[in-house]
């Protein structure tokens, strides 16, 4: 059974930084495309960045040059860093994956529970 296992999440000030982590867990035979997503109150969950196996990123414009996703694929983990927070990043940050379990396997689609971030002005 696979499990994504969000945290670094918080009450941070206008202004500063949080760096979340995401490790997964469970039988994980390849790590492909990960990314971060995140849902604001009242709002659709969105993409904030997302980082392939060949290591191409893609980022929302609200954050560009603020965050940055990476990853450590021997700890099966996937982090960002969030620099310059912004009231408006107040959100429930998700983790997502696409992960193969057996090398036979498809690939399939995993989601963590979540880690609240609030950025106070």
């Known amino acids: 059974q696979v499990q994504l296992v969000e945290s670094g999440g918080g009450l941070v000030q206008a202004g500063g930084s949080l760096r979340l982590s995401c490790a997964a867990s469970g039988s994980i035979f390849s790590l492909n495309t990960v990314g971060w997503y995140r849902q604001a109150p009242g709002k659709q969950r969105e993409l904030v960045a997302v980082?392939?196996?060949?290591?191409?990123?893609n980022y929302a414009d609200s954050v560009k040059g603020r965050f940055t996703i990476s990853r450590d694929n021997a700890k099966n983990t996937v982090y960002l860093q969030m620099n310059s927070l912004k009231p408006e990043d107040t959100a429930v940050y998700y983790c997502?994956?696409?992960?193969?379990?057996?090398?036979?396997?498809?690939?399939?689609?995993?989601w963590g529970k979540g880690t609240l971030v609030t950025v106070s002005s």
């Open positions: 980082l392939t196996g060949g290591g191409s990123t």
């Open positions: 997502n994956a696409e992960l193969k379990s057996s090398k036979g396997d498809v690939a399939r689609n995993y």
